[in-house]
């Protein structure tokens, strides 16, 4: 079997490659070089930390023990049909598909869970979006999540044509 990181791992070099980065920023906004906002770095820092830390690749392996689902808590026995769906370092380890699979599943989640709320709780008002999510906000959301991922994809020796190669393989 490959050697690959342990959760602990994954954990250790993304925190690493963040606080070179947040180094690196704070560095060049000094010398003007880029300007990144307060509000841009709280997003890509909470979408950063939610990669990181609950929306890992490993979550493929929900079905057993997994340190991302442990961070869950009672919740984790909620990525068990995930870990079931994908095989471990499969389309969930893919470098564009991959970290999308993790996202709509949250979706399907919440969705399920105010769709059950409606039926249960008649006449219940559920909050909406104030606005449509702008690029401002969407932008570092994306670009923290999907650099977290791909940092683990990384670190696992996956490369950027895993999917691909997968595919043509079969
Ligand atoms: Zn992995």
């Given at each position: 079997m490959a050697r690959v990181p342990s959760g602990r791992v994954h954990n250790l070099i993304n925190i690493a490659a963040y606080s070179v980065l947040a180094a690196a920023t704070l560095v060049a906004s000094r010398l003007e070089a880029v300007v990144v906002t307060p509000a841009q770095g709280l997003w890509f820092t909470l979408a950063y930390a939610a990669g990181t830390f609950l929306l890992s690749p490993d979550l493929d392996l929900a079905e057993g023990r997994v340190d991302s689902k442990r961070h869950w808590g009672v919740l984790g026995v909620l990525w068990v049909p995930y870990g079931m769906l994908f095989s471990h370092?499969?389309?969930?380890?893919?470098?564009?598909?991959?970290?999308?699979?993790?996202?709509?599943?949250?979706?399907?989640?919440?969705?399920?869970?105010?769709?059950?709320?409606?039926?249960?709780?008649?006449?219940?008002?559920?909050?909406?979006?104030?606005?449509?999510?702008?690029?401002?906000?969407?932008a570092p959301l994306l670009v923290g999540y999907y650099l977290s991922q791909w940092l683990h994809l990384i670190a696992d020796g996956v490369r950027p044509d895993h999917g691909a190669r997968r595919v043509r393989r079969k």
């Open positions: 370092r499969g389309w969930s380890h893919t470098w564009l598909v991959g970290p999308l699979t993790r996202l709509l599943y949250v979706a399907l989640i919440v969705a399920l869970v105010l769709g059950l709320l409606t039926y249960l709780v008649p006449g219940l008002t559920l909050p909406t979006l104030p606005e449509p999510l702008s690029w401002k906000v969407a």
